[in-house]
């Protein structure tokens, strides 16, 4: 069986698939105009979105594409086909994500930033530090990923509250509440942690209203995606102190425009897309798995529902 790889990292991910299936025939390459060639050979696709979209684009099918992100937004545009099967990357982004948050919400509760500022000063800085034991989280976005942070943080004993499309019973979450609660939540949440996917539903959701809810003292942490958060409204609700601070992982267009006011936006923390970035062996591992599925005609994982958009 022939398979396509579409990464920039693809000498990578050839030499463990090779390592590990020697009986597949790998075509891989991280230009386009490569690809657009290998693309006419194969039927089962391995790689990043954005280029695998091109593809798609230029006229080629596959059978089957595994997505190497967890969001496929680039494939979801109106002009592309549908009438493939999708899978994204699942399962092996949870313990990143969740080492992500516990690095800025222990961050945030230690004041590890202003005690630098205080040594910078040679100020002998005694104020005692926080604990996240007690503190209230709040997760939006409860899927796989939101499942694996929850139970991290509630390890720290920390009150864990989530909001999904529906409401429902999830351990370890406290409750699990719809999206119209979300407004109520927030205004409890001492963190307020966002990983819903890109949907129309999703959109522009922390507005100037629901940012005034958010207690002053409060984070937001978005690494789900950058289309959740109005910027403007963001970077006015830090300036007039509606909440602590934020810590922004995922914006509208990346790399962000020098310009942009997130730059220079008061108690705004840029990570720059990193927080859970793509393990290539827990990659291969997973298409592998899937791979087997799909030869065996049996469900894989991750498949994408065109219509919900993840």
């Not at 990292?9 to 386009?32: C, G, I, K, M, N």
């Not at 699942?90 to 040594?119: D, K, P, W």
């Not at 503190?135 to 796989?144: A, Q, T």
Request: overall charge negative; glycine content about 8%; proline content about 5%.
């Amino acid at each position: 069986m022939q398979v396509l790889i579409a990464e920039q990292d693809h000498a990578f991910y050839t030499r463990l698939l090779t390592e590990q299936a020697p009986h597949l025939q790998l075509l891989a390459s991280d230009d386009v105009a490569e690809l657009r060639g290998m693309a006419r050979e194969t039927s089962v696709w391995l790689g990043e979105p954005d280029l695998l979209a091109d593809l798609l684009r230029q006229g080629h099918l596959p059978h089957w594409l595994q997505s190497t992100w967890a969001g496929i937004t680039p494939l979801l545009a109106a002009d592309l086909p549908r009438n493939y099967r999708l899978t994204r990357a699942v399962g092996i982004f949870g313990q990143v994500m969740a080492e992500y948050m516990l690095t800025y919400l222990l961050n945030h509760e230690r004041q590890v930033q202003s005690r630098l500022c205080s040594q910078a000063e040679r100020h002998w800085d005694t104020r005692p530090g926080s604990s996240l034991a007690g503190r209230e989280v709040l997760i939006v976005g409860c899927g796989e990923i939101g499942q694996r942070v929850a139970e991290y943080l509630a390890s720290f004993a920390m009150h864990v509250r989530g909001v999904a499309s529906t409401a429902r019973r999830q351990a370890p979450f406290l409750e699990v509440a719809g999206l119209e609660a979300l407004a109520h939540l927030v205004a409890q949440a001492d963190y307020v942690i966002n990983l819903l996917p890109d949907t129309p539903a999703t959109h522009d959701l922390y507005d100037a209203a629901l940012l005034r809810r958010f207690k002053p003292s409060a984070l937001l942490l978005n690494a789900g995606r950058g289309v959740a958060v109005v910027d403007d409204d963001l970077v006015q609700a830090l300036q007039q102190g509606h909440l602590a601070g934020a810590v922004i992982d995922v914006c509208r267009e990346e790399p962000l425009p020098a310009a942009h006011p997130f730059w220079t936006a008061p108690r705004l923390t840029l990570t720059g897309h990193s927080s859970a970035p793509t393990s290539p062996a827990a990659m291969v591992g997973l298409f592998l798995e899937n791979l087997e599925g799909y030869r065996a005609g049996q469900p894989l994982r991750g498949v994408v529902d065109f219509q919900r958009g993840y």
